[in-house]
């Protein structure tokens, strides 16, 4: 369970990774060494599982996103295998969930345009799916990375 310093800095650190040690320790209020061991632990125990740049897709020429919703007609450990290794290796896929229900697993990626998503897909039926539907973005309402603590 987080302690209330915890939640502070966490969320500090999810609006703004940028903030230096003595940034953060300066808001929340307790020494640099003190906020230091704290991020530390928290990454020793995987609360904070990396840090990085988010970028504006559109401006580096990637306009469309797309989530892709599968289907497959093998449920077996092998073409598990397989799928993991070919989405793995499809850039352009940011986020893969095996789900309960009607389809069997969601995609979400980001290419430049439909030619793009073509190239995307063809690396996908690699995969031998059984169904693949698409969904494309068109207006962005809400977009955070940023957890609710």
């Not at 915890?6 to 320790?25: F, H, Y």
């Not at 504006?56 to 599968?70: D, E, K, M, P, Q």
């Not at 690396?123 to 609710?148: N, R």
């Amino acid at each position: 369970m987080l302690e209330g310093l915890d939640r502070k800095l966490l969320r500090l650190m999810q609006a703004d990774a940028g903030l230096s040690v003595a940034e953060l320790a300066e808001l929340i209020g307790i020494s640099k060494s003190a906020c230091w061991r704290r991020i530390q632990k928290l990454e020793r125990n995987g609360v904070i599982r990396q840090r990085v740049t988010l970028l504006n897709a559109a401006r580096a020429g990637l306009g469309l996103t797309v989530f892709i919703s599968i289907r497959t007609n093998q449920h077996n450990e092998a073409w598990a295998q397989q799928f993991r290794q070919v989405v793995q290796g499809v850039e352009g896929v940011l986020e893969v969930y095996r789900l309960g229900g009607q389809v069997d697993y969601l995609l979400k990626a980001v290419v430049g345009d439909m030619a793009g998503y073509d190239q995307l897909y063809q690396q996908l039926i690699a995969a031998d799916l059984f169904d693949v539907t698409a969904s494309f973005v068109m207006e962005e309402i809400k977009s955070t990375t940023a957890l609710p603590l």
